[in-house]
């Protein structure tokens, strides 16, 4: 579940497991959603939202985007 939107479905990452208490990426955070677009559409896209406790946090936060050619599974004749 989302932090930020209540009711909404996201990955959070928290990155603390895997630095040093005294490191600046120690208070970081992301959380990622992915968007639902036209099934025509041959990509997937990815909306971010990332932050810093020592920087502000969620009110200086920073977006960012991701996206992934879909895995095309071809079809076997009938």
Partial sequence: PSSL???????GLRYSDY????SPW????DEVRLLEL???VEFEIMIGFGCMKWSG???NGAPFCLYREKEIVPQ???
């Fill in 76 to 78: 076997l004749p009938k």
């Fill in 57 to 59: 946090g969620f009110l």
């Fill in 5 to 11: 939107v209540p009711n909404v479905t996201s990955v």
């Fill in 26 to 29: 120690y208070s970081m955070r």
């Fill in 38 to 40: 036209p099934s025509p």
């Fill in 19 to 22: 630095q040093n208490f005294l």
